[in-house]
């Protein structure tokens, strides 16, 4: 029996986490036991791995300051230990057991240890299921590791692919996917949570293919149902109350190019039966007109709807999905590749200090921020919201540290990373009440949020005002809507596209459902021009 393991790679459902497995590309690695930094003194270093090679033969394995050797993945460079000195010379034993447990043994070593946010006085057993998700060790309270499966021998170096950040066994596969996706003339559909990065996977099938072309985007769950069908297919003057000339349609402004469909699970019924109409045939008909176009579209769909629950429900054609799913790409959550988030929230993180002319570096000569147990808890979350949600938090992040002068994250995390029904109420507040005496965010529902942000001119701040929320707990809310997003979401394409449509970044802001002031700031931090006419 095979079970889905860490990294979306296919394990056998035995208790040890050695030998060779699966990707989803049908690639064989060999896992073993391994460390992945996490957090180190020298940045650079975050991302190397050291395969634990003693522990698939059964013998201890050595962690101190000087073993064992670590590299970056898919890197020719001589590899290097940890080489810290507050870590001691005297080492901590990784002890396997039978069945694939693993005992980490302080016996003799000085160097302090935190095991997933427990500090170990003597040894603590970490079992086989504990090291397929990932435990997170912090030592001397300077360096993190991931403890985890890594591939036994070094990887291969991939080519690599615009936004798509991470070294993991599942970002890997992706490329995989990706690559292949781009040698077919096939519609494609790309299946992941939301946030998980699925409009940067679409875009870098189009960069895959060699065909050139315009690249379009639409959200089919922000267009109104009635214009739909126009939107996509084009409409002759007269078509419908406002149609005063005749439009293009999505499918004709991509000819000799990509169109994404993201959202296509909102996709009106009749608007399903002709995209069904078009994939067969190549053809478009313009809505209220008897012409038809050839065009030449690559179609690429995307959702993170159940499609097949959809289809039993009566609400999504079967015969489209199936010509969708020409090639079908399946993105990773977050949680499902553990060892990215701190190259991600690195990342995410330079992005954003250069937005604001920040410097991230240590400035007194300590360990560079965030901090070691900072990473080790951001690591250790499961992140519903995926990568969006992980950019929001570094962020915001940013913004405390240089904007406001905050250097602790503690409290910021405290509101974004715990779970809303994790903590129990004292007995005299009411539960929908916070210590601080916000509203929980757990109690607004969608609607009431989207009204709220609807009232508020999209704007983050009044909204949480109005609904009695903190800031953090309305990004939250944001992050975790089925429609909502801020301006720091929308690509450049986008946003292109809504200030050609509507001429001015006030009726832009309108459209996209996003604040004037975030979309001004985006359009800044992406070198846009800003529209003559902003009124």
Not at 172 to 192: C, D, K, M, N, Y
Not at 380 to 403: C, M, Q, T
Request: charged letters at 25%.
């Amino acid at each position: 029996m095979e079970t889905t393991g860490r990294n979306g790679v296919e394990t056998l459902s035995q208790t040890s986490t050695t030998g060779p497995q699966e990707a989803p590309s049908g690639a064989v690695e060999t896992l073993v036991p391994g460390l992945v930094v996490v957090a180190h003194p020298d940045r650079r270093r975050v991302g190397d791995e050291a395969p634990l090679l003693p522990l698939a033969d059964g013998r201890p394995a050595l962690l101190s300051r000087h073993q064992p050797s670590f590299l970056p993945p898919g890197i020719e460079r001589d590899p290097r230990p940890l080489a810290d000195s507050h870590l001691s010379r005297r080492p901590l034993r990784l002890i396997p057991r039978p069945g694939g447990d693993i005992v980490i043994d302080r016996d003799g070593c000085p160097t302090t240890v935190e095991v997933d946010g427990d500090s170990v006085a003597t040894r603590r057993v970490v079992s086989a299921e504990e090291v397929e998700r990932g435990v997170v060790l912090v030592l001397a309270g300077r360096i993190t590791v991931l403890l985890q499966p890594v591939a036994m021998l070094p990887m291969v170096p991939q080519a690599p692919v615009a936004g798509l950040v991470g070294e993991s066994l599942a970002m890997q596969s992706l490329r995989r996917q990706i690559r292949a996706a781009g040698l077919l003339e096939v519609p494609v559909l790309v299946r992941g949570e939301t946030g998980s990065g699925k409009e940067l996977v679409a875009r870098a099938v189009h960069d895959a293919r060699a065909r050139g072309g315009p690249y379009l985007a639409v959200n089919l769950g922000a267009l109104v149902p009635s214009l739909a069908a126009s939107e996509l297919f084009g409409a002759q003057r007269g078509a419908y109350t406002g149609a005063d000339r005749r439009r293009d349609g999505y499918f004709r402004r991509a000819d000799g190019g990509t169109l994404f469909l993201d959202e296509i699970g909102e996709a009106p019924v009749e608007v399903q039966v002709m995209l069904l109409r078009t994939l067969e045939t190549g053809r478009v008909r313009a809505v209220g007109g008897g012409d038809e176009r050839q065009v030449d579209v690559q179609v690429v769909a995307a959702t993170d709807a159940d499609l097949d629950a959809a289809i039993s429900a009566g609400h999504f054609r079967p015969a489209l999905l199936h010509r969708l799913a020409g090639y079908e790409i399946h993105v990773p959550p977050l949680r499902a590749r553990r060892d990215d988030i701190a190259r991600l929230l690195l990342y995410f993180l330079d992005q954003e200090a250069r937005a604001v002319g920040a410097d991230l570096g240590a400035s007194d000569g300590r360990a560079p921020w965030p901090s070691a147990r900072t990473m080790a808890r951001l690591v250790s979350y499961d992140w519903p919201g995926n990568v969006r949600e992980l950019k929001n938090v570094a962020r915001r992040l940013v913004v405390l540290r240089h904007l406001e002068g905050e250097v602790d994250p503690r409290p910021l995390l405290d509101d974004l990373l715990r779970p809303a029904v994790a903590a129990e109420p004292p007995v005299d507040r009411p539960p929908s009440v916070s210590a601080a005496g916000y509203r929980r965010g757990a109690g607004v529902e969608d609607d009431e949020l989207l009204a709220a942000m609807a009232q508020h001119d999209w704007q983050p701040g009044p909204a949480a005002r109005a609904l009695g929320v903190s800031r953090p707990a309305i990004y939250r809310l944001i992050e975790r809507h089925p429609t909502l997003r801020t301006a720091a979401d929308l690509s450049r394409d986008e946003l292109q596209a809504a200030l050609a449509r509507h001429g001015s970044v006030v009726a832009a802001a309108r459209a996209l459902q996003v604040s004037e002031q975030g979309l001004r700031r985006r359009l800044s931090t992406l070198g846009l021009p800003l529209p003559d006419d902003t009124a």
